[in-house]
């Protein structure tokens, strides 16, 4: 996977008020991760390596309190375990205050299109990257262990940015995804992003015509106006093809 920002992302959707008065709106909506469907995600907690011996020295020395050196097994034990602590309070803060919204790097994921756009019922947006929207967009990583964060980065170092990870990293079960995520301080918030942003719009294999009409009429005001692409499944391979209107030829969407 691409380890920066790629020149275009992708949101699957379905088609609902919701979705469409936000693309009327031109904004982005940022969940909160308490309703994603993997009950690991932004809820795991990071495994914690003890706190070096030096850590337990720096820590001593900036509070004046090196006459506790003879202590330092239990102090460095008590450290750690408040560093683990720190963690599980970050985390459950996130889960409760967060908003996060994902965007993948492919638009022609059979998977995704079932999860995340009705059953091929919805539409995927395509971004251009450029936008502040994604200036701090992060990629995320696939694995089969929790991230290892050793305590010195959160006693010593006041690294907070680690913890981070955690909302970054899920099982490789999910790395058919390819996804990249937003954070926002406030789960419930909606983000404004520039008309020329949005390049195109992929309409699903099972979008009804009146659907199709209402996802148009949000775009008339876009300027440029997104490319528009009707999408089938290939006639050979297990695989989405994408037509423009005037390319597309054979059966029409259902009504």
């Known amino acids: 996977m691409a380890t920066t920002l790629p020149p275009r992302l992708y949101k699957y959707e379905s088609i609902n008020l919701n979705s469409l008065v936000n693309l009327l709106a031109r904004v982005v909506y ?22 070096s011996q030096e850590g337990v020295k720096t820590i001593l020395s900036e509070a004046n309190a090196t006459n506790l050196a003879r202590f330092q097994p239990s102090i460095r034990t008590l450290l750690t375990e408040r560093a683990r602590a720190t963690l599980k309070e970050l985390s ?22 079932s999860h995340y756009a009705d059953c091929g019922r919805g539409i995927c ?5 450029a936008d502040i929207l994604f200036a701090k967009a992060r990629r995320v990583d696939y694995g089969d262990c929790f991230p290892s964060i050793v305590a010195d980065e959160l006693l010593v170092k006041k690294d907070y940015g680690r913890a981070l990870d955690l909302y970054f990293t899920k099982s490789k079960d999910w790395a058919y995804e390819r996804e990249w995520r937003v954070i926002h301080q406030t789960a419930g918030t909606k983000f404004g992003f520039e008309a020329a942003s949005l390049t195109g719009v992929y309409l699903g294999p099972r979008v009804t015509n009146e659907n199709a009409n209402l996802v148009a009429a949000m775009l008339r005001n876009y300027d440029p106006a997104p490319a528009i692409f009707i999408s089938r499944p290939s006639l050979s391979e297990f695989k989405m093809e994408f037509f423009r209107p005037e390319e597309s030829t054979g059966p029409s969407r259902p009504d």
């Open 30 to 51: 940022f969940g909160s991760p308490k309703h994603f469907n993997d009950p690991f995600d932004c809820a795991i907690s990071a495994v914690v390596q003890e706190l």
């Open 92 to 113: 459950h803060e996130f889960l409760e205050l967060r908003g996060v919204s994902c965007f993948s790097e492919t638009n022609d994921n059979l998977l995704m299109w």
């Open 125 to 129: 947006l395509e971004f251009d990257t």
